[in-house]
């Protein structure tokens, strides 16, 4: 590793990063304009994906149906807002005061669509939006699982993810073509509302790496009441689900099957799961699922 990149890295650990990918802008070949990050910055060289994590205890609340906000705050906008966008700007600034540009980006949905018209003859329309999931995995961080949600060896399911893009030049994170999650049909049944669709499944091709992901009903997602949440960021976007059923339970099989390099001296589901189908609306103890 180059010396400024060592640095880089040493400084993004020691203010907080929990994950640091970084990709050479020539991996986002084939991207159309409205998804690719050089419309937004044309001098680009390095996408870095800046990672925090979700404590495990931020999801206990969820997991007994006793206490859903410190998820909503701790899980996801806390951390994102303050926790993430804290250490993500922190880092921009060590590449400026390097005299590199750094630009740092928030997690937008990317189904937002457009927002205005083109400023000049062949740009696209603002708002640009990347997509940060496929940047991740161009980045080296892990892939998209199953579930359609973003799986790492160091985490499973439990991140959320900054950009930065810059015009520095720095040493890429080795592509990963290691494998976390199985794909397995099975993952379906974790759903109680049916959402999840492993007959209609879709092969993703991100520079490369393919993965299978079955179909999400994201309007059965809006109606969970197991945990799932409303995107904050758009109307648009897909709902929030790192929290719900279908994705705690498909925590439990990383960690229960050594998937997940950080791990814990107990297990974290201790009980059958609570669910809520849209048949009833009262709480109950489901069955238990087979992990």
């Known amino acids: 590793m180059d010396e400024f990149t ?7 650990a020691n203010i907080g990063c929990d994950l640091v990918g970084i990709a050479p802008i020539e991996r986002f070949a ?7 990050p050089a419309s937004i910055f044309p001098e680009v060289k390095s996408v870095i994906v800046i990672g925090k994590r979700i404590p495990r205890g931020a999801l206990r609340g969820v997991e007994e149906g006793t206490q859903f906000s410190v998820y909503n705050t701790c899980g996801y906008w806390m951390l994102e807002d303050r926790f993430l966008a804290i250490i993500t700007s922190k880092t921009a600034e060590f590449l400026e005061d390097n005299k590199w540009e750094a630009i740092p980006m928030i997690n937008l949905p990317v189904e937002t669509g457009p927002l205005g018209v083109p400023v000049r003859p ?8 990347v997509d940060f999931d496929d940047a991740a995995v ?13 799986v790492t060896p160091e985490f499973g399911v439990r991140q959320r993810f900054y950009l930065i893009l810059t015009d520095a030049v720095l040493e890429p994170t080795p592509f990963s073509t290691d494998t976390v999650c199985e794909h397995k049909k099975e993952f379906a049944k974790y ?6 669709d492993a007959d209609k499944e879709e092969t993703m091709n991100i520079a490369g790496k393919k993965m ?3 179909a999400i009903d994201h309007k059965k997602c809006a109606r969970c009441k197991n945990g799932a949440l409303p995107n904050r960021r758009h109307p648009s976007g897909n709902p929030d689900r790192l929290a719900a059923l279908c994705v705690r339970s498909y925590m439990v099989y990383l960690e229960k099957h050594g998937k997940v390099k950080n791990t814990f001296v107990n297990p974290f589901r201790k009980r059958p799961s609570w669910e809520v ?3 009833r609306e009262r709480i109950g103890e489901g069955q238990t699922i087979e992990i």
Do not use: M, Q, W
Not at 191 to 196: D, F, V
């Open 6 to 12: 060592k640095t880089f890295k040493e400084h993004a």
């Open 30 to 36: 084939g991207l159309s304009p409205e998804r690719h």
């Open 212 to 214: 299978i992901v079955a």
């Open 122 to 129: 062949g740009s696209p329309a603002p708002n640009v939006l």
């Open 138 to 150: 161009r980045a080296g961080l892990g892939e998209i699982g199953y579930l359609g949600v973003f």
């Open 277 to 279: 189908r849209d048949d």
């Open 191 to 196: 759903c109680p509302l049916g959402a999840i």
